[in-house]
């Protein structure tokens, strides 16, 4: 079974960074969609960045600040550099297999998710 850590969460000041990191175990196909999801109190899960078979997509509202990036087949990473209030939610690793620039942020097509790690800018 498909398993996903998220690591990495904390309290920063605006402009700061911090970086995420998603270890999966029970991954075994290569074109797995390995996306960051956030979820800020009252609003809805939304995609924040994908990385699939070697292709990134992003939101646009994270754009040129957001880079995520795939450290080996287990880890993505998800660096997060001039960070804003806005940026403020829970961070989610989720997991599907294969994925494309229409339906990456697609949050339902998603089939495992990991806990989350709590990201607060102040």
């Known amino acids: 079974d498909v398993q996903l850590v998220e690591s990495g969460g904390g309290s920063v000041q605006a402009g700061g960074s911090l970086r995420l990191s998603c270890d999966a175990s029970g991954v075994t196909d290569r074109n797995v969609c390995m996306t960051w999801f956030r979820q800020a109190p009252g609003n809805e899960r939304e995609g924040v960045a994908a990385?699939?078979?070697?292709?990134t997509y992003y939101a646009d509202s994270v754009k040129g600040r957001f880079t995520i990036d795939q450290a080996n087949a287990n880890t993505v990473y998800l660096q997060m550099d001039n960070l804003n209030s806005e940026d403020t939610a829970m961070y989610y690793c989720?997991?599907?297999?294969?994925?494309?620039?229409?339906?990456?942020?697609?949050?339902?097509?998603?089939?495992?998710w990991g806990q989350g790690t709590q990201v607060t800018v102040s």
């Open positions: 989720a997991a599907r297999i294969a994925c494309s620039s229409d339906t990456w942020s697609i949050r339902r097509r998603y089939d495992y």
């Open positions: 990385f699939t078979f070697g292709l």
